[in-house]
C-alpha cells in the first residue's frame, strides 16, 4: 500500500484511492486520474485488507475498486468499509463481465462500472460525471418532497443537459449529426473521418453520449487485438444543446 501526503492549495480536491492487484495497472490507473481535475490520488492498495487499511488512513471521497483481487473479492471489500463506518463512494474498474458482478455491484451502491479495458477518456468521461453528481447532492437543499424526488433523480441517471469541460456544443452537434446519418453504426475512426476532428475527440463525443444515454455501444471483435466500439444514435439530442438554442431560449 502507498499513500500521497495531502497537498496544499487544493481546496475541494476529490481525494481517490486506486485498488488494483496489478502494480502496473495500478500505476496506469493513477496516471489516468491525476489528469482529470479536481481528483488526486491519495493512496494506492493491491488487495482488500490494503484497500481497509488505506481507507482507515486516508479517509478517501472514492474508491477505484478492481474486482479480482488476491485476499478478498472486490465486493466483498465494499460492506466492510461501510461496517468501518466509511461513507466513501466506489467505482468499480474490472474485467469482470459476469451478469453477477454487476448486479451485485449495483446492490453494494457503486457510482459506475467501468470494464477493462478501457482507454484515459472512457475514466474522463465516469469521473467528471461522478464530480457533477457530487456537487449537485453536497450542494442540495431539501424543503419537501419535490427537491427529494430532485436529487434522487439526478443521482440515478446522468444530466443530458450540461457538456462536460473542454467539450463544445458545436461539435456535439456535428458528431450527433454524423451518428444520427449514419447507416448503421459508426467507429470513432469513422466518425472522426467523416467530421473532421481528430479520432481521440470523436472517441470523447462518442462516449458521453453513451454516458447520458443518447448512444449504444456494441463491440465488434476481430482476427486479434481489442474489440472495436461501435456506436448508434438512439434518437434523442446527444449533446443537450444545439448551436443556436440559447439564443431560442
Known amino acids: 500500500m502507498s499513500g500521497t501526503p495531502s497537498t496544499p492549495g487544493r481546496r475541494g480536491a476529490i481525494d481517490v484511492l486506486v485498488v488494483d492487484d496489478d502494480f502496473m495497472v ?89 470494464l477493462k479495458p478501457f482507454e484515459a477518456e472512457d475514466l474522463r468521461t465516469r469521473l467528471e460525471r461522478y464530480a457533477a453528481q457530487r456537487g449537485r447532492l453536497l450542494t442540495a437543499v431539501v424543503r419537501g418532497q419535490a427537491d427529494v424526488d430532485r436529487v434522487l433523480a439526478k443521482a440515478a441517471a446522468p444530466a443530458a443537459g450540461p457538456l462536460p469541460k473542454g467539450m463544445s456544443v458545436e461539435t456535439a452537434a456535428l458528431i450527433e449529426q454524423a451518428l444520427r446519418e449514419a447507416d448503421g453504426t459508426l467507429s470513432a475512426t469513422e466518425c472522426a473521418h467523416l467530421t473532421g476532428v481528430s479520432r481521440v475527440s470523436a472517441r470523447r463525443y462518442l462516449e458521453h453520449f453513451h454516458t447520458v444515454g443518447t448512444a449504444e455501444v456494441t463491440l465488434r471483435y476481430g482476427v486479434a487485438g481489442r474489440p472495436e466500439r461501435r456506436y448508434r444514435f438512439l434518437g434523442h439530442r446527444a449533446g443537450g444543446v444545439r448551436p443556436g438554442d440559447e439564443a431560442r431560449a
Open 26 to 114: 495500478a500505476r496506469v490507473h493513477r496516471g489516468f486520474v491525476e489528469r482529470v481535475e479536481p481528483f488526486r490520488v491519495v493512496g494506492v492498495a493491491h488487495t482488500g485488507e490494503q484497500a481497509i487499511a488505506a481507507a482507515d488512513e486516508l479517509r478517501p471521497d472514492l474508491v477505484l475498486l478492481d474486482l479480482y483481487l488476491p485476499d478478498l473479492f472486490g465486493l466483498d471489500v465494499i460492506p466492510r468499509l461501510r461496517t468501518a463506518g466509511h461513507d466513501c463512494d466506489v467505482m468499480v474498474i474490472s474485467a469482470a463481465r459476469e451478469a453477477d458482478a454487476v448486479r451485485g455491484a449495483v446492490r453494494h451502491g457503486v457510482v459506475d462500472f467501468l
